[in-house]
């Protein structure tokens, strides 16, 4: 099976441009949640959907927001980015015990 | 607000010199806490989730252990393979976001 994928896996942004985020989580699974890692930090809660709807959203300005497709796959948009986005993001799969996916490396210049 | 400190931040051992890993928390309901292990440029990969104090998970050279306020992840006789950030992070009851801490840094040298 499958685990959870994302795309890409790495982007250059210059600030100000927008800048969207793909994943697929686990064949099943109906729920997705996006993560913002910034180096050296522990990952932090940015949305949780689930069945489409949004069930969950972390500490995160209006520029970020999210969506999940009929197949459970899900984009995560940024607009106006700032130099602070650079992070690793991740895509989470499962309701409960998350499975990770290896993130996309999104560095803003 | 739910809170998760690890220590220590950075830890480097001999290859089988057992050591711990701190997590400690406040959460208002504990769903869950969990472990997870994340190599560099990688995301993280579960290891355990454990739900009620006094509960212990092991997983070959690892063991997960739980009280009210901290869990521990003891690792023995480790390898250099073992060599990763450990993450601890909570589940609330309100059940959706899980709040990391900022990891230990784990250095496993031959």
């Known amino acids: 099976d499958a685990g959870v994928t994302q795309s890409p896996t790495h982007l250059i942004k210059t600030r100000g441009q927008h800048v969207t985020l793909r994943c697929s989580p686990i064949s099943g699974h109906k729920s997705v949640s996006w993560y913002q890692q910034v180096l050296g930090q522990g990952p932090q809660f940015i949305f949780q959907?689930?069945?489409?709807?949004?069930?969950g959203r972390g500490n995160f300005p209006d520029r970020f927001s999210a969506r999940q497709f009929p197949n459970y796959s899900s984009e995560l948009n940024v607009n106006a980015l700032l130099l602070g986005d650079s992070a690793l993001y991740l895509c989470?799969?499962?309701?409960?015990?998350?499975?990770f996916g290896s993130g996309t490396r999104l560095t803003v210049v | 607000e739910d809170q998760v400190t690890q220590s220590p931040e950075a830890l480097r051992l001999q290859e089988g010199e057992s050591s711990s890993l701190n997590c400690s928390y406040t959460v208002s309901g504990l769903r869950g806490l969990f472990w997870y292990r994340q190599d560099p440029g990688k995301g993280p990969e579960f290891l355990f989730t454990?739900?009620?104090a006094g509960e212990e998970k092991e997983k070959e050279r690892l063991k997960a252990t739980l009280t009210k306020k901290e869990s521990f992840l003891h690792i023995t006789a480790p390898k250099p393979e073992d060599s990763a950030t450990y993450l601890c992070a909570v589940q609330d009851n309100s059940g959706y976001a899980l709040n990391f801490g900022k990891g230990t840094s784990l250095l496993v040298t031959p």
């Open positions: 454990l739900y009620s």
């Open positions: 989470a799969s499962g309701d409960y015990g998350y499975t």
């Open positions: 959907y689930y069945e489409k709807e949004e069930r």
